[in-house]
């Protein structure tokens, strides 16, 4: 058998995993009562393949005994659980604009801070760093097209849109940094940086948000020795 609670969800978690922390941020949210347990990914308990046999953070259990797995699908239930927290608007046209922009990131982007670690040993960092600011230009101008105001990509409306692609640009800041480069006051990026600013100032990322002392040592290992 594997450890939960009875009584209310339990989320098997990692603090420094970035899917992880998309359905932290959303039970944050909600204001859901909670158990966690965190998993060593690098000693991962016996049991933790009962839990989730692809054996990867995320995973919630319900009280019912149900397993949810897969961040952005838990992510999702958990706003058509509590619509109250407006994590996904109601308007159809709206949820395809978040869908698409998940998309785009997930090709684009999401594999950015792990891509720079793995070229962190040599010269070729600096032009993947040039490659990956290309696509923060991109995003800017995608967060400029869907609401020029902002903050956030819905505008006023903080939803899965920047939930589900933010802790990724979190360690892509954190990747730079511990590689002795920046991303940070780059000329043509204000509306990524107020996007940036807002979420990190948002109460449900800012209380669960891991350290950059905590992200870059889990994630030097990235670094070829
Ligand atoms: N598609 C999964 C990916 C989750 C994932 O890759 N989690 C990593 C940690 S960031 C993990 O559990 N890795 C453990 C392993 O692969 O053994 C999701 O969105 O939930």
Redesign the pocket.
């Known amino acids: 058998m594997y450890p939960f609670n009875p009584n209310k969800p339990t989320l098997y978690t ?1 603090k420094t ?4 922390h998309r359905t932290v941020i959303c039970l944050a949210e909600t204001g859901v009562d909670y158990e966690t347990i965190y998993i060593n ?1 690098r000693d991962k308990p016996e049991w933790y393949p009962l839990i989730n046999p692809a ?4 995973a919630m259990r319900l009280t019912s005994g149900d397993i949810l ?4 699908i838990i992510s999702e239930y958990l706003s058509e659980l509590y619509p109250q927290a407006g994590l996904m608007p109601e308007d159809p046209f709206d949820k395809y604009r978040i869908r698409i922009f998940i998309e785009n990131f997930s090709a684009n982007l999401q594999t950015s801070p792990y891509v720079l670690l793995r070229n962190g040993d040599n010269d070729s960092k600096h032009a993947k760093l040039n490659e990956l600011v290309n696509k923060l230009h991109q995003l800017n101008k995608l967060l400029m097209e869907s609401s020029p105001e902002g903050p956030f990509f819905l505008g006023e409306k903080f939803t899965l849109a920047d939930i589900a692609t933010f802790p990724f640009i979190e360690r892509l800041f954190m990747a730079a940094k511990l590689l002795g480069m920046s991303i940070e006051n780059i000329s043509g990026l204000e509306r990524f940086y107020q996007w940036s600013d807002a979420i990190r100032n948002r109460p449900s990322y800012k209380s669960t948000v891991a350290s950059y002392d905590e992200l870059a040592a889990s994630y030097k290992r990235h670094i070829p020795k």
């Not at 054996?55 to 995320?58: A, E, H, L, T």
């Open positions: 990692s995993c970035p899917f992880a990914l054996s990867k953070v995320p797995v897969e961040s952005l």
